[in-house]
């Protein structure tokens, strides 16, 4: 079994986030995402989610590629995941190219193209209007 992991905050669900998630489960069998959870995302990454933890968890668990759910709580879990997992590939989406090539020791990365239309930030901005 091939195992694939990705990372993300994945506030107001998109088919962007489906596009990446979709391609990523191409490259294995069984696809783990891993949800910045609302500290990580408020304290680490100063992004304040409009969806909470477990509601954006609920959304991304009833997609059809989407195998595990986990909590990512900081910038330094990704290497301990990949091991306790027994991660095949790393796939994010391109606008992180390079950031994570440290894990190529451990497993493959791949850096996928963004879907370039859509974002969270975006849509936001449409509502503002
Ligand atoms: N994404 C995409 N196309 C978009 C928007 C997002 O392919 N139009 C991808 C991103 O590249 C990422 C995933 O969807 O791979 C989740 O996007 P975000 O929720 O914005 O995640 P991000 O804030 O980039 O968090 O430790 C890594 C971080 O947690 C990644």
Not at 13 to 35: C, F, P, S, T
């Amino acid at each position: 079994m091939k195992r694939v992991i990705t990372y993300g905050t994945f506030d107001l669900l998109h088919y962007g986030h489906v596009n990446l998630l979709r391609r990523a489960k191409e490259y294995g069998d069984y696809l783990i995402v891993a949800i910045s959870t609302d500290e990580f995302n408020w304290n680490q990454k100063h992004k304040k989610c409009y969806f909470t933890y477990e509601q954006r968890k609920n959304l991304v668990e009833a997609i059809r590629y989407v195998d595990l759910v986990i909590p990512e709580e900081n910038w330094e879990q990704k290497l301990s995941d990949v091991k306790e997992f027994k991660i095949d590939t790393f796939v994010i989406g391109d606008d992180w190219k390079g950031k994570f090539d440290f894990l190529k020791d451990y497993c493959d990365v791949v850096y996928l193209p963004r879907t370039p239309e859509i974002s969270t930030t975006q849509i936001k901005n449409e509502l503002k209007k």
